[in-house]
């Protein structure tokens, strides 16, 4: 599994393109607006575009989806469907945040604890981990040994817990139950800032290091 990593949105968002080496099959996570330069990124590679992959419903993660899908002719999946009434209030969340208007759309799938997306002949698990928001999920390469965790977790912080429907207690529980099991050597990629590893986190990060969940 490749991967490029565009920063998007005002908020900096790491959507990422991802595609199978061999097929030259892809997907874009998170395309949270910026649609003209993801397609450019795409274009560049060489790159078909098979479907769009959502984490959770907050605007600077899916904003650019419903454009992508269109201008693509791709499905849009992801995330679980407890994520739905964000995505059924973009049109309020483009208002809140300061964002270009921004209509809802419906995902043409929503996706379950443990379901399975391809991206050409790569296979990515899904991992519900509500927390941030109620629906956000995961996608794991076990070939890649690298992770797509949306806003769950960054390097040296979490997710926050502020928002409706948000739980800090799920957060905490998403990440040492769901991503902690698969591999201390793993790196993810998380929805804003530099990439880490779990082992990294379990160790340094203020907020879930192991020895503060003792």
């Not at 274009?43 to 989806?65: F, N, P, S, Y």
Request: aromatic share 8%; proline share 7%.
């Amino acid at each position: 599994m490749k991967y490029q990593i565009i920063p998007v949105t005002p908020f900096q968002q790491n959507c990422s393109l991802i595609w199978c080496e061999k097929t030259k099959r892809a997907a874009v996570v998170d395309p949270g607006g910026n649609v003209d330069r993801i397609l450019g990124e795409m274009h560049k590679l060489g790159l078909t575009l098979e479907k769009i992959l959502l984490t959770h419903g907050h605007i600077d993660h899916v904003g650019g989806a419903k454009s992508l899908a269109q201008q693509t002719n791709v499905p849009i999946v992801g995330p679980h469907v407890a994520d739905k009434f964000w995505i059924d209030n973009l049109p309020k969340q483009s208002q809140n945040f300061g964002f270009p208007h921004c209509d809802a759309f419906e995902p043409e799938q929503y996706l379950q604890d443990g379901d399975v997306v391809t991206v050409g002949e790569q296979s990515l698990k899904v991992l519900h981990c509500p927390g941030h928001t109620p629906g956000h999920v995961a996608f794991y390469s076990a070939d890649a040994h690298l992770a797509w965790v949306g806003d769950i977790l960054f390097r040296s912080s979490i997710g926050r817990t502020d928002f409706p429907q948000s739980n800090h207690q799920d957060l905490i529980q998403s990440i040492t139950t769901k991503l902690w099991p698969l591999g201390a050597d793993v790196e993810f990629i998380p929805g804003h800032g530099p990439m880490s590893t779990f082992g990294e986190e379990r160790e340094h990060n203020p907020f879930v290091a192991d020895q503060l969940l003792l």
